[in-house]
C-alpha cells in the first residue's frame, strides 16, 4: 500500500510560483506510474501532468503546458510539479497519485493511490 502525501501549497499572486512536492512511503515507488491531478470548486478532478515510471514519459493537459513542469527523485521515493506564470484559473486542490500500470495517464479511474491534497490558490 502506497502512501502519499503532498506539500508546498499555498496562496500566490498571479504571475508568480509554487512548487507542490509528493512524498511516497513506498520504497519501490520507483516503479509507479505517478501524477498530479487538481480540482477545483464545483468541478470534477482533472489532470494535469504525469511521469512514468521510467522517467521519460512526459505528459501535460494543454492548461498547463510550458508553465508546468513534473518531476520526480526515484532515490527520494518523491515526484514535484513546479508551477510558474500560475494564473488564477489554477486555483484548485492539487493531488498527488501513482499507479502500477496500466494506460491513459489522464484518467482518475487509472490510478490506485491518492493523497489528501494540497490547496493552491492564486489571487489576481
Known amino acids: 500500500q502506497v502512501q502519499l502525501v503532498e506539500s508546498g501549497g499555498g496562496l500566490v499572486q498571479a504571475g508568480g510560483s509554487l512548487r507542490l512536492s509528493c512524498a511516497a512511503s513506498e520504497r519501490t515507488f520507483n516503479r509507479y506510474d505517478t501524477a498530479w491531478f487538481r480540482q477545483a470548486p464545483g468541478k470534477e478532478r482533472e489532470f494535469v501532468a504525469a511521469?512514468?515510471?521510467?522517467?521519460?514519459?512526459?505528459y501535460y493537459s494543454d492548461s498547463v503546458k510550458g508553465r508546468f513542469t513534473i518531476s520526480r527523485d526515484n532515490a527520494k521515493n518523491t515526484v514535484s510539479l513546479q508551477m510558474n506564470s500560475l494564473k488564477p484559473e489554477d486555483t484548485a486542490v492539487y493531488y498527488c497519485?501513482?499507479?502500477?500500470?496500466?494506460?491513459?495517464?489522464?484518467?482518475?479511474?487509472?490510478?490506485?493511490?491518492w493523497g489528501q491534497g494540497t490547496q493552491v490558490t492564486v489571487s489576481s
Open positions: 497519485a501513482a499507479r502500477d500500470g496500466g494506460s491513459y495517464f489522464y484518467r482518475t479511474s487509472n490510478y490506485n493511490y
Open positions: 511521469k512514468s515510471w521510467g522517467g521519460p514519459i512526459t
